[in-house]
């Protein structure tokens, strides 16, 4: 099987065993670094101060003065903001510690159904990406990396579908993440749709790995909002797991990051 | 056997029900399907109501003028975002979701007959 697409911030990071805790600070400092993003990190990163629920981590980035999202008149709200990110690897180049961070950009941030359907519309649709890439749609705040405070205890369903299914199933997958279909609280993340070589992946992330409850309610309303043939394989993976699997495929020490 | 004699001899209990009167002709509260009149067990999601949309909904609002404007901050990403895929994205849609398309939105119709 393919190495895992990095799903962390900073690779030198942890020794095993250790959870990496100071991620919102390497990504803020990483972002500062990387001026090509810069403006539209900013552009996307905005602040709520409305009915929403409001994460800690946005606290780090209150210095940043930006307009909420928020639905326009007339438009369906969401039960929460979420934001589109994409991330490609660059060819010819092995995934080093800092790639990934580097190679993930916002696409912008939504809050109702309407705003949702402009930057979708403007996508292009996954089964038509070329190369080594990824959408994520994650809720406002969260990024999708495994050390984000969100994710650090969660995991993720996976379901690998052959070549031709992707965009259907994605448009699906996220269609019941944003209408609220999986009925498991706050417990979402958000989700993501790899393209690679022979396959295509899907996966939704949820914050509690451990609790089985919710990841069973999640598997089962996958099956039925995207109609799979009972048959399907689907894998739940813990991010601690993914952590584990990727540093020891890269021979990673801890060589830097706190 | 003795108790389930006893069974059949105990009298009998109405089950609770309860019964609204609604002038003639009206059959819910104008404007507010979506709620049972006099209120249900299952009005309000436990921890607060969620804002829940089905999958057909949402594809109708894709028919929207606001949705097929792109966002102004839409960043350019060659081969990823592009304000000009309209035509494209709603041609193939049609295609992997005509079941639910057809019958559905002007657009599908409209698109049928060119």
Redesign the interface.
Same mark, same amino acid.
């Given at each position: 099987m393919e190495a895992e697409e990095r799903k962390s911030g900073a690779g030198s990071k942890a020794a095993a065993g250790e959870r990496p805790r100071r991620m919102n600070n390497k990504f803020d400092a990483l972002k500062d670094d990387d001026s090509g993003d810069h403006e539209?990190n900013e552009?996307?990163n905005t602040q709520k101060d409305g009915e929403k629920e409001k994460n800690d981590r946005d606290k780090s980035q209150s210095s940043i003065k930006r307009k909420a999202v928020v639905p326009?008149p007339a438009?369906?709200?969401?039960?929460y903001n979420y934001t589109f990110w994409?991330s490609r690897r660059t060819p010819g180049r092995p995934t080093s510690s800092q790639s990934y961070e580097q190679n993930i950009?916002? @696409?912008?941030t939504?809050a109702s159904?309407?705003?949702?359907?402009?930057?979708y519309?403007?996508? @292009?649709?996954p089964g038509d990406?070329?190369g080594h890439?990824d959408f994520h749609l994650f809720k406002e705040g969260i990024k999708p990396m495994w050390e984000d405070d969100a994710n650090k205890n969660g995991g993720k369903w996976i379901i690998r579908l052959r070549k031709g299914l992707a965009?259907?199933c994605w448009e699906?997958l996220i269609?019941?993440m944003?209408?609220?279909?999986f009925m498991v609280?706050e417990e979402i993340c958000g989700a993501v749709v790899s393209v690679r070589f022979q396959e295509d992946i899907i996966s939704i992330w949820n914050k509690t790995a451990s609790d089985q409850a919710t990841t069973a309610r999640i598997r089962d309303t996958l099956r039925r909002?995207l109609n799979l043939p009972p048959n399907t394989i689907m894998e739940y993976k813990t991010h601690t797991d993914s952590i584990k699997a990727w540093e020891e495929f890269h021979g990673l020490v801890n060589s830097g990051g706190r | 056997m003795s108790s389930a004699a006893t069974y059949f001899r105990s009298p009998p209990a109405l089950i609770p029900a309860k019964r609204l009167h609604l002038p003639e002709g009206v059959a819910l509260p104008p404007g507010d399907y979506s709620t049972t009149p006099g209120g249900t067990l299952f009005g309000t999601t436990p921890?607060g109501t969620?804002?829940?949309?089905?999958?057909k909904?949402?594809?109708e609002?894709?028919n929207?003028p606001?949705?097929?404007?792109?966002?102004c901050?839409?960043?350019d @990403?060659p081969?990823?975002?592009?304000?000009n895929?309209?035509e494209v994205?709603n041609e193939?849609s049609l295609v992997?979701?005509d079941v639910e398309k057809l019958g559905l939105g002007e657009e599908a119709q409209f698109d049928m007959d060119i």
């Open positions: 539209q552009e996307n326009g438009e369906h709200p969401l039960q994409y950009k916002q @696409i912008g939504f159904v309407e705003q949702f359907w402009r930057f519309s403007h996508m @292009i649709r990406l070329t890439s965009s259907r699906n269609l019941a944003l209408g609220e279909q609280g909002v | 921890g969620r804002i829940i949309y089905d999958r909904f949402l594809m609002c894709r929207s606001v949705a097929k404007t792109p966002p901050d839409l960043p @990403i081969g990823v975002t592009c304000p895929v309209d994205r193939s992997h979701a």
